[in-house]
C-alpha cells in the first residue's frame, strides 16, 4: 500500500528557510515521479516542483525557481523541498504526491498524481 507522509512545515520569517520531508512506503522514488503541491487558503492547488530520479529529472514552477531545491534518496527512498528565501506568497498547506505511471510527462499538473500525503503547513510572515 502507497503511503506518502510529511513533515517539516512550520512558522518563519520572511527569507528565512525551511525543508520539507516526504517519506514514502509501498514503492520506490527511484520509479515514480513524485512532485509538491501547495494550495495557498481559498486558492487552487499549484505544482511546485517534480522529480523523477530514475531519468534524473527535475522542474520547477517559475515561482519557486532560484529559491526551492527538490531532491530525492532512493536509499532513504523519500523526497525533499528545500526552501531559501520564503516570501508570504509561499504560505500555503504543502503536499507531496505520486504518479503511479512513472513518468513525469505532465508534472505540475495536479490530475497526474494518483497517491497524495496529508500535507504539512507553511506559514511565511512578515
Known amino acids: 500500500q502507497v503511503q506518502l507522509v510529511e513533515s517539516g512545515g512550520g512558522s518563519v520569517q520572511v527569507g528565512g528557510s525551511l525543508r520539507l520531508s516526504c517519506a514514502a512506503s509501498?514503492?520506490?522514488?527511484?520509479?515514480?515521479?513524485v512532485a509538491w503541491f501547495r494550495q495557498p487558503p481559498g486558492k487552487e492547488r499549484e505544482g511546485v516542483a517534480a522529480?523523477?530520479?530514475?531519468?534524473?529529472?527535475?522542474t520547477y514552477a517559475d515561482s519557486v525557481k532560484g529559491r526551492f531545491t527538490i531532491s530525492g534518496d532512493n536509499a532513504q527512498n523519500g523526497v525533499y523541498l528545500q526552501m531559501n528565501s520564503l516570501k508570504p506568497e509561499d504560505t500555503a498547506m504543502y503536499y507531496c504526491?505520486?504518479?503511479w505511471g512513472g513518468g513525469c510527462n505532465y508534472p505540475l499538473r495536479a490530475q497526474e498524481y494518483d497517491y497524495w500525503g496529508r500535507g504539512t503547513q507553511v506559514t511565511v510572515s512578515s
Open positions: 504526491a505520486l504518479n
Open positions: 509501498g514503492y520506490s522514488v527511484s520509479v515514480h515521479c
Open positions: 522529480i523523477y530520479t530514475g531519468s534524473k529529472f527535475i
